[in-house]
């Protein structure tokens, strides 16, 4: 009998530990389902871009669940960012784009504080960009800020450093050796190519003068207020400016209803990060289903 119960106890925990990851999953996809059948507003889903970005990834997954959902009308990015790796914020950019080939619905951005460098990058890709007059934009531009020389350092402990590499420009990022001119030249090439598509990818989205970049972008940081004189911004304001842009481009014409993807923190979070779109598709389909059968079975009074 103790074997037995012992054993009980033991699946029990395994199976409540199978099931704790997927409890913020299903109680989203139940409350988005309840809204669906009860809740006559219209559906905007918001993703908030936050920080440095050095992974496109997630935001890339929020960007194809809310622009893939039917019932969502707009969508809104409430960015607080200083910047990105260049890679990160132009694949977001691109796939912003993309999308917005793919499932045509307004897209906008929301800043409050900071919008620069990649944050900004990612902004330039939406239809309309609001921010307060106060808040930092720009800081087009690109930089290797992680460049490092200690060679002099380490020598003044008497640190003999031997590094063994193939090809003529691989240690062109080692701390511990004298950067050539050649080696210098190589990285500033790559620098200008990056800087050049990202003034070129904003100003094909913003409409803006590829001959007046200087003005615009170069590294420089404006406020709001001088964002929105060059063309960086389109409006300033804060979140209810937000909500009536969305409101024109979407045709809403009641209140809005948020729909935010709900975050998985934690050890579980970790552990089930690149399942997590299966896990929406495959509960909501089953949630609807369940929907559908109780709406036949029983008509509105199961609701």
Request: charged share 15%; with cysteine; glycine share 0%.
């Given at each position: 009998m103790a074997f037995g119960s012992s054993l009980k106890s033991t699946f029990s925990f395994i199976l409540l530990l199978l099931i704790l990851p997927l409890l913020p999953t299903i109680?989203?996809?139940?409350?988005?389902?309840?809204?669906?059948?009860?809740d006559p507003r219209d559906a905007v889903g918001v993703i908030h871009v936050k920080g440095v970005i050095y992974d496109a990834a997630p935001y890339i997954k929020q960007l194809y669940k809310h622009f893939k959902n039917n019932e969502i009308k707009a969508i809104l990015l409430k960015i607080e960012s200083p910047g990105s790796a260049s890679g990160s914020a132009q694949a977001i950019y691109q796939e912003i784009l993309t999308l917005k080939g793919?499932?045509?619905?307004?897209?906008i951005s929301l800043v409050e504080n900071i919008c620069a460098s990649g944050g900004y990058y990612i902004a330039s890709a939406t239809d309309h960009i609001i921010c307060s007059g106060s808040a930092i934009v720009g800081s087009i531009g690109a930089t290797l800020s992680w460049l490092f020389q200690l060679k002099e350092f380490i020598e003044q402990f008497k640190v003999k450093y031997i590094p063994l590499s193939a090809g003529k420009y691989k240690l062109a990022t080692d701390p511990f050796t004298d950067m050539t001119p050649e080696m210098k030249a190589l990285l500033q090439s790559m620098l200008d190519d990056t800087y050049d598509q990202f003034?070129?990818?904003?100003?094909?989205q913003r409409k803006l003068s590829l001959s007046q970049s200087s003005v615009w972008a170069d590294g420089k940081i404006f406020n709001g207020r001088q964002a929105l004189k060059l063309g960086l911004v389109d409006q300033l304001g804060s979140l209810s400016a937000a909500v009536s842009a969305l409101k024109e481009r979407a045709l809403i014409q009641g209140e809005i209803r948020w729909i935010k993807t709900p975050e998985r923190k934690g050890l579980f979070g970790m552990l089930n990060a690149d399942s997590e779109g299966e896990d929406d598709i495959a509960l909501t389909r089953?949630?609807?289903?369940?929907?559908t059968y109780l709406e036949n079975r029983y008509g509105n009074k199961a609701l």
């Open positions: 109680t989203q996809n139940i409350r988005n389902l309840y809204h669906h059948h009860i793919l499932y045509p619905k307004p897209i003034v070129h990818d904003v100003a094909t089953l949630l609807n289903r369940a929907c």
